[in-house]
């Protein structure tokens, strides 16, 4: 049994890191479809890490989760960008506002912040729920930073869907989070990604690019 | 109850006012029934002090916020302010009689009378700091829209503008420290709060606000900007009400503060109080010297008046804090005799300038003059008026000043050395502000009442009708009777603050009726009743004389002009030159007061100037850079609307960043 529970533990860890490490790869690609793949691979993480969560919880509907998260997060989302991307012809490099190296460097003080914020506080709670919470909010804070330091709209969206998923690893490591509440955040994320494609495709038609800078530069009060 | 049915007969006023504004005869029945509101009010007060004084009849209302019921109380201190305030707004009522249908537009003046009054009354009757400050915002509301009652000209509208401005800022003030009063619990009666201790920092920051918002609406400098400005601008029977007796009711505020709701304010505030109220009062009326306009110049005084009462108050704090209760008690007592003064006299002489503009629509001193012979009764009562101010005996002015300074003489028994050297100076500005004051009110009555009248409209001014006449005098009578009856009024004061400060000292102990003896019978002692008598019966005996033996007849003749054939009214002697011996001594530093003289070439035949340059410095150095500051401020938060949206989103991570660093850190 104590093995069975070390077990449990090293490979929901695992996972974990693997999402957060994945969200590091985000930061690190220079390539718009390279990001693109990079973040089809972290749904895929966030799938196995609900669906390991599911056997060792005996929680059989984050089984559901797994499966919404690898349908719609590592398929769906990814493949629709790559298909916005080749049909409006967007410019595949990724444009940074701040070098990657000192990218990097914010994001490891940034996950520091998060374990040495969330270990202290949940002192009570079991050992892989703080594990898990302290990876999930590094991943948070990670898409949050991709979002800032990027200029082009497609990264932007990009940065978000990954602080959502963030957002799904929190959730599936806490017990006792109801199927309803998850399954409502994956609509929602994908009912935001209709919206996105939608306003790519008008601000592309208005301004033969998507790179925000343009969009600023636009608005009514400024010349 | 027939406080109550004062009180409920006041919004109905304004209400019917509203209603049949249009009709003329409706100004006169608002006006009326003011009148007898206020006449029952006063009659209630009086009649609690002499009455049952211990007494505190307590209502509780069922209305209000859902969970705190409205508490009202009439205790000694509410009952004396009730009869200040009552008094003079009977006395404005029965002015506005007559004079409500001269304001330029009755319709905006005649709804808000009877709630600004139905506002001061229930600030003094609240018995938890909700209804308080409900009642406040009543008073502070009404008589902003009184100010603005002649909007048309842009400078009521400023003067509205910096009143509302500053009003917000008194009950921005007054709201935290009843908040800290309250404590935790959050009970909001004062019974609660009197009994509830104060932390240190919790009642230092007490009388901190309680003197900024309450100050503020008093008019103590440097928040006294918007009182010269307001004041002026409403009507004069209102501008006697805001002048007269509002600035009453902040002090009320204070005294129910500092005296009854907070237990133990340190000697230190007591002390500040007083430099505070020496400079108000120098400043006041240094202004006051230097203004033409006549409503500009007694709001000024009214300045002047609050310092003075303000600095018996902080002589009270003091001693009270120091162990001296019967000093207390002298010095409190003091204070309240100069503002139960203040409020007659400056009602007298606001609605003494009424009176001038109603006879001659002009309140700027070098456009009057000569108009004695024209208005013989307003220019009697305004003499009165004008003396009491000074506070020359036997008027009742002399009497509260005298106190005023019989306390202060007192002050080096105080324990601390500062007190012991700071009393005398606050002593030395008091005088100052005093013989200032003389001077001020010498060349207001002066320029305005005697020499030859300088407009046409002077000239041609005829007293006014009975009502408004009555009024002046039955206010000119009040200031000698309660200069005359000194101990009857003292006697009732120290019954009223008895519980405010444990003992009940009587003023005339020593020497007994009729003598004010406050310090003993040898350090010094003032009856006016015998100054009175001796005084009637000298002048008396004087008239007799010369009109008995003397010659009968009455003779008028020119004026003798030194040589000079000149009838130009301009050559008297003005307002401005009145000034400029004062101006040059006191106002060079202060107010920069810098004189330029442009004298035209030889054979041009341009006449001369003389200008005046005067800088507020109140105005100048705490509000315009005020408002610098806030501008400069306002730029740059403005800048947060021109950003990016990443740096928008760099704002919300920096901000997520900083919140998780400041909880990693403070964590234990």
């Given at each position: 049994m104590e093995?069975?529970?070390a077990?449990?533990?090293d490979?929901a860890?695992?996972?974990?890191?693997?999402?957060?490490?994945?969200g590091?790869?985000l930061?690190?690609q220079r390539r718009?479809?390279?990001?693109?793949?990079?973040?089809?691979?972290?749904?895929?993480?966030?799938?196995?890490?609900?669906?390991?969560?599911?056997?060792?919880q005996?929680?059989p509907?984050?089984?559901?989760?797994a499966?919404i998260a690898?349908?719609?997060?590592?398929?769906?989302?990814?493949?629709?960008?790559?298909?916005?991307?080749?049909?409006?012809?967007i410019?595949?490099?990724v444009?940074?506002a701040?070098?990657?190296g000192?990218?990097m460097i914010?994001g490891v003080?940034?996950v520091a912040?998060?374990i040495?914020?969330?270990?202290?506080?949940?002192?009570?709670?079991?050992?892989?729920t703080?594990?898990s919470?302290?990876l999930?909010?590094s991943?948070v804070?990670?898409?949050?930073?991709?979002m800032?330091t990027?200029?082009?709209?497609?990264?932007?969206v990009?940065g978000?869907?990954?602080?959502?998923?963030g957002l799904?690893?929190?959730?599936?490591?806490a017990?006792g989070m109801?199927l309803?509440?998850e399954?409502s955040i994956a609509?929602?994320?994908?009912?935001?990604?209709?919206l996105?494609?939608?306003f790519?495709?008008r601000?592309?038609?208005?301004f033969?690019?998507?790179?925000?800078?343009y969009?600023?530069t636009?608005r009514?009060?400024r010349h | 109850?027939?406080?109550a049915a004062?009180?409920?007969?006041?919004p109905?006023?304004s209400l019917f006012a509203l209603?049949?504004?249009?009709?003329a005869w409706?100004?006169?029945?608002?006006y009326?029934?003011?009148l007898?509101?206020?006449?029952?009010?006063?009659?209630?007060?009086?009649?609690?002090?002499g009455?049952?004084?211990?007494a505190?009849p307590t209502?509780?209302?069922?209305f209000?916020l859902p969970?705190v019921e409205?508490?009202?109380?009439l205790?000694?201190?509410?009952?004396?302010?009730?009869?200040?305030?009552?008094?003079?707004a009977?006395?404005a009522?029965a002015?506005?009689?007559a004079?409500?249908?001269?304001?330029?537009?009755?319709?905006?003046?005649t709804?808000f009378?009877?709630?600004?009054?139905?506002?001061?009354n229930?600030v003094l009757v609240?018995?938890?700091?909700?209804?308080f400050?409900v009642?406040w915002?009543?008073m502070?509301l009404a008589?902003?829209?009184?100010v603005?009652a002649d909007?048309?000209?842009?400078e009521n509208r400023?003067?509205a503008?910096?009143?509302?401005?500053?009003?917000?800022?008194?009950?921005?003030?007054?709201l935290?420290?009843f908040?800290?009063?309250?404590?935790?619990g959050?009970?909001?009666?004062?019974?609660a709060m009197?009994?509830?201790e104060l932390?240190?920092?919790a009642?230092?920051?007490v009388?901190?606000?309680?003197?900024?918002?309450?100050?503020?609406?008093?008019?103590?400098?440097p928040l006294?900007a918007w009182?010269?400005l307001?004041?002026p601008?409403a009507p004069?029977h209102?501008s006697?009400?805001m002048?007269?007796?509002?600035t009453k009711v902040?002090?009320?505020g204070l005294?129910?503060?500092?005296f009854d709701?907070?237990?133990e304010?340190g000697?230190?505030?007591?002390?500040a109080?007083?430099?505070?109220?020496?400079?108000?009062?120098v400043?006041?009326?240094l202004?006051?010297?230097?203004?033409?306009?006549?409503?500009?110049?007694?709001?000024?005084?009214?300045?002047?008046?609050?310092g003075?009462a303000?600095i018996?108050?902080g002589?009270?704090?003091?001693f009270?804090d120091?162990?001296?209760p019967a000093?207390?008690a002298?010095?409190?007592?003091a204070?309240?005799?100069h503002?139960?003064?203040?409020?007659?006299?400056?009602?007298l002489?606001?609605l003494?300038t009424?009176a001038?503009l109603t006879?001659t629509?002009?309140?700027?001193?070098?456009?009057l003059?000569?108009?004695l012979n024209?208005?013989?009764w307003?220019g009697?009562a305004f003499?009165v008026g004008a003396?009491?101010?000074s506070?020359?005996?036997?008027?009742n002015?002399?009497?509260s000043?005298?106190?005023?300074?019989?306390s202060?003489?007192?002050?080096?028994?105080?324990p601390?050395?500062a007190?012991k050297?700071?009393?005398?100076v606050v002593g030395?500005?008091?005088?100052?502000?005093a013989?200032l004051a003389?001077?001020c009110?010498?060349?207001?009555?002066g320029v305005?009442f005697?020499?030859?009248?300088?407009?046409?409209?002077?000239?041609?001014?005829?007293e006014?009708p009975?009502?408004m006449?009555?009024?002046?005098?039955?206010l000119a009578?009040?200031?000698?009777?309660?200069?005359?009856?000194?101990?009857?009024v003292t006697?009732?004061l120290s019954?009223?603050?008895?519980?405010?400060?444990g003992?009940?000292?009587p003023v005339?102990?020593?020497?007994?009726?009729?003598?004010l003896?406050?310090?003993?019978?040898t350090?010094?002692s003032y009856?006016?009743?015998?100054?009175?008598?001796?005084?009637a019966l000298?002048f008396?005996?004087?008239?007799?004389?010369?009109?008995?033996?003397?010659v009968?007849?009455?003779?008028r003749?020119?004026?003798w002009?030194?040589?000079?054939?000149e009838?130009?009214?301009?050559?008297?002697?003005?307002?401005?030159?009145?000034?400029?011996?004062?101006?040059?001594?006191?106002?060079?530093?202060p107010?920069?007061?810098?004189?330029?003289v442009?004298?035209?070439e030889p054979?041009?035949?341009?006449p001369a100037?003389h200008?005046v340059h005067?800088i507020?410095p109140?105005?100048?150095g705490?509000?315009?850079?005020?408002?610098?500051?806030?501008?400069?401020i306002?730029d740059?938060?403005n800048?947060?609307?021109?950003?990016?949206?990443?740096r928008?989103?760099l704002?919300?991570?920096?901000?997520?960043?900083?919140l998780?660093?400041?909880?990693?850190?403070?964590?234990p």
């Amino acid at each position: 049994m104590e093995q069975h529970q070390a077990l449990s533990y090293d490979v929901a860890h695992l996972i974990g890191a693997t999402v957060l490490m994945a969200g590091f790869g985000l930061l690190y690609q220079r390539r718009l479809f390279a990001v693109l793949n990079t973040f089809a691979f972290q749904a895929l993480a966030l799938a196995a890490a609900a669906a390991w969560q599911a056997r060792i919880q005996d929680a059989p509907h984050l089984y559901a989760t797994a499966a919404i998260a690898l349908v719609f997060k590592a398929l769906a989302v990814p493949f629709a960008l790559h298909w916005l991307v080749e049909k409006l012809g967007i410019h595949r490099t990724v444009e940074t506002a701040l070098s990657i190296g000192w990218t990097m460097i914010v994001g490891v003080a940034l996950v520091a912040l998060s374990i040495l914020l969330v270990l202290p506080v949940t002192a009570g709670a079991a050992a892989l729920t703080r594990e898990s919470l302290a990876l999930a909010m590094s991943v948070v804070l990670l898409g949050l930073l991709m979002m800032i330091t990027r200029h082009n709209a497609v990264t932007q969206v990009v940065g978000f869907m990954a602080l959502e998923n963030g957002l799904l690893l929190a959730a599936v490591s806490a017990k006792g989070m109801p199927l309803v509440v998850e399954i409502s955040i994956a609509f929602s994320v994908l009912v935001a990604m209709t919206l996105f494609g939608i306003f790519f495709f008008r601000i592309r038609e208005r301004f033969d690019t998507l790179d925000l800078h343009y969009l600023e530069t636009y608005r009514g009060d400024r010349h | 109850m027939l406080i109550a049915a004062a009180f409920a007969t006041l919004p109905a006023l304004s209400l019917f006012a509203l209603l049949f504004g249009r009709r003329a005869w409706s100004h006169a029945v608002v006006y009326l029934g003011c009148l007898g509101a206020s006449l029952c009010l006063l009659a209630g007060g009086l009649v609690h002090l002499g009455g049952h004084p211990g007494a505190a009849p307590t209502l509780v209302l069922p209305f209000g916020l859902p969970w705190v019921e409205a508490h009202f109380r009439l205790d000694n201190l509410s009952a004396l302010f009730m009869v200040i305030v009552d008094l003079s707004a009977a006395a404005a009522s029965a002015f506005g009689i007559a004079y409500g249908s001269h304001v330029p537009e009755p319709r905006r003046v005649t709804p808000f009378f009877p709630l600004f009054l139905f506002g001061m009354n229930g600030v003094l009757v609240a018995d938890d700091a909700f209804m308080f400050l409900v009642a406040w915002e009543f008073m502070s509301l009404a008589s902003w829209a009184l100010v603005l009652a002649d909007h048309t000209r842009a400078e009521n509208r400023k003067a509205a503008m910096v009143y509302l401005t500053m009003a917000g800022f008194g009950t921005f003030c007054l709201l935290p420290c009843f908040g800290l009063m309250a404590g935790p619990g959050g009970d909001y009666t004062f019974a609660a709060m009197r009994v509830h201790e104060l932390a240190p920092t919790a009642g230092f920051l007490v009388v901190l606000l309680v003197l900024l918002g309450a100050g503020s609406k008093a008019g103590l400098v440097p928040l006294h900007a918007w009182l010269p400005l307001a004041h002026p601008a409403a009507p004069s029977h209102v501008s006697a009400l805001m002048s007269g007796v509002m600035t009453k009711v902040a002090l009320y505020g204070l005294i129910r503060v500092l005296f009854d709701l907070h237990g133990e304010v340190g000697w230190q505030w007591g002390a500040a109080m007083m430099v505070v109220g020496g400079v108000t009062a120098v400043l006041g009326v240094l202004y006051a010297v230097l203004q033409d306009d006549l409503k500009v110049l007694l709001a000024y005084s009214t300045v002047e008046n609050i310092g003075v009462a303000v600095i018996g108050l902080g002589l009270a704090l003091a001693f009270k804090d120091s162990g001296e209760p019967a000093l207390a008690a002298l010095a409190l007592v003091a204070g309240l005799y100069h503002a139960l003064n203040h409020s007659i006299f400056k009602s007298l002489l606001f609605l003494g300038t009424g009176a001038i503009l109603t006879a001659t629509g002009e309140k700027s001193l070098n456009a009057l003059g000569g108009l004695l012979n024209r208005m013989p009764w307003t220019g009697a009562a305004f003499l009165v008026g004008a003396a009491a101010i000074s506070a020359l005996p036997p008027l009742n002015g002399f009497v509260s000043e005298w106190l005023i300074f019989q306390s202060l003489f007192q002050g080096p028994s105080l324990p601390h050395w500062a007190m012991k050297f700071g009393v005398p100076v606050v002593g030395a500005l008091l005088a100052l502000a005093a013989a200032l004051a003389a001077a001020c009110f010498v060349r207001a009555y002066g320029v305005a009442f005697l020499g030859r009248p300088r407009s046409e409209a002077a000239r041609g001014a005829v007293e006014v009708p009975a009502v408004m006449r009555l009024t002046l005098v039955v206010l000119a009578a009040l200031c000698v009777l309660l200069g005359a009856m000194p101990v009857v009024v003292t006697d009732s004061l120290s019954g009223v603050i008895a519980p405010l400060i444990g003992v009940h000292f009587p003023v005339s102990a020593d020497l007994g009726w009729p003598w004010l003896s406050p310090v003993g019978a040898t350090r010094g002692s003032y009856s006016g009743t015998v100054l009175v008598m001796v005084g009637a019966l000298m002048f008396g005996a004087a008239i007799l004389a010369v009109h008995g033996l003397g010659v009968r007849t009455l003779r008028r003749a020119a004026a003798w002009d030194c040589g000079h054939v000149e009838d130009n009214p301009a050559s008297q002697y003005t307002g401005d030159s009145f000034a400029q011996p004062l101006r040059r001594v006191f106002a060079a530093t202060p107010f920069r007061a810098r004189e330029t003289v442009e004298m035209p070439e030889p054979g041009d035949l341009g006449p001369a100037r003389h200008t005046v340059h005067l800088i507020d410095p109140v105005w100048q150095g705490l509000y315009v850079s005020l408002g610098r500051l806030v501008d400069a401020i306002a730029d740059q938060v403005n800048r947060l609307q021109f950003l990016t949206v990443r740096r928008y989103l760099l704002m919300m991570f920096a901000t997520l960043v900083l919140l998780l660093l400041v909880v990693a850190v403070r964590q234990p």
